[in-house]
């Protein structure tokens, strides 16, 4: 059994080094190709838009303003039937079990609101700064110390785009795949630009941001 299981993983990493051998860049080699953030939606979370010539940014879709609202409403309106409905004072509201649907309501408000802000977080490629970065300002970064932070990076830096996928299984027991939009630097290091379950959306994306940085496409998402 382990033989056979063996046999399976070493085949799968034959197949994918010859798939990476196609890019013919030593980059390629190096980068890993495994998902660098695991889950993602199943719909169109961002599309990218051209602001001016010098700057294009993700925006959120419809979908993701509709998913945080969701957390949100759901929250508030579990919060406040918790709260109408206590049958004991506030100031004793703990040592009941009353507690728990409010506390229930006031956790999906703030998984929702935190879904809120990371997507209307714009997601930045601005070649007058010279940078990408995620959120509403530019951030600082000294290229005495480093090229990079967790959520931004010169643009000199970008060597790739890479495209992977992976399969997703959701709580009802179904599985659908999301696809990773990654930048690949030169010292073959990541950071992940966005990750949800549009295909075809992720590749045309893919294909304005590479025309406008003018780097290549990694795509071993098929």
């Given amino acids: 059994m382990f033989d056979k299981i063996k046999e399976k993983l070493d085949q799968l990493a034959k ?43 993700f925006k959120s879709s419809p979908g993701s303003f509709l998913f945080s609202s969701i957390f949100m409403v759901a929250g508030a309106f579990l919060a406040y039937s918790g709260i109408s409905g206590l049958s004991v004072p506030l100031t004793q509201l703990f040592e009941s079990n009353e507690w728990l649907p409010v506390l229930a309501g006031v956790v999906f408000f703030l998984i929702g609101s935190i879904f809120f802000k990371k997507s209307v977080r714009p997601i930045v490629f601005d070649k007058t700064d010279g940078m990408y970065w995620k959120g509403k300002k530019a951030p600082q970064v000294d290229s005495s110390v480093s090229n990079t932070k967790k959520d931004a990076v010169r643009l000199s830096q970008v060597h790739a785009l890479q495209i992977i996928s992976e399969s997703v299984s959701s709580s009802n027991s179904r599985s659908y795949r999301s696809y990773e939009l990654n930048l690949i630097l030169k010292d073959a290091s990541r950071l ?12 045309e994306d893919a294909d304005k941001l590479s025309a406008f940085l003018g780097v290549p496409v990694w795509d071993l998402s098929r």
């Fill in 15 to 57: 197949e994918s080094a010859e798939r990476i051998s196609q890019f013919d860049d030593k980059v390629a080699e190096k980068t890993d190709w495994r998902p660098l953030k695991r889950g993602g939606k199943n719909f169109g979370s961002h599309s990218l838009k051209e602001i001016n010539p010098n700057r294009v940014e």
């Fill in 192 to 203: 992940n630009v966005i990750d949800h379950g549009k295909a075809v959306k992720v590749r």
